[in-house]
């Protein structure tokens, strides 16, 4: 079956740092850009850091530039989110997903994982 799992959230103090794994199972990982997603409560989701298939990172949200890095190890069907430098603005469930093309997009992935909740606090 096709699969994303999201794992390593949990809680980080402010100026903290913590990564996020994406392992997934059931396509052809290679093939597919990798995007991350936020949703923090109360509000829309959004588009934070997309990986192409040819490994160049994109980045849509402007509070994370500088912060946040993205990965991809495709011997190891796996994703990467680096957060440094927390914000409790950071707190949120963070979600990857696939899309079978080269580049980078904030819509119509194919794929996406259950989520893990991100706590950024004191």
């Known amino acids: 079956q096709l699969q994303l799992v999201e794992s390593g959230g949990g809680l980080a103090q402010p100026g903290g740092s913590l990564s996020l794994s994406c392992a997934a199972s059931?396509?052809?990982?290679?093939?597919?850009?990798i995007g991350w997603f936020r949703q923090a409560p109360g509000k829309e989701r959004e588009a934070v850091l997309c990986?192409?298939?040819?490994?160049?990172?994109?980045h849509y949200a402007d509070s994370v530039k500088g912060r946040f890095t993205i990965g991809r190890d495709n011997a190891k069907n796996t994703a990467y989110l680096h957060m440094y430098r927390l914000r409790s603005e950071d707190t949120a469930v963070y979600y990857c997903?696939?899309?079978?093309?080269?580049?980078?997009?904030?819509?119509?992935?194919?794929?996406w994982g259950q989520g893990t909740q991100v706590t950024v606090s004191s």
């Open positions: 990986i192409s298939s040819s490994d160049s990172p994109f």
């Open positions: 997903a696939a899309v079978r093309r080269p580049g980078c997009h904030n819509s119509g992935y194919d794929f």
């Open positions: 059931g396509f052809s990982f290679s093939s597919y850009a």
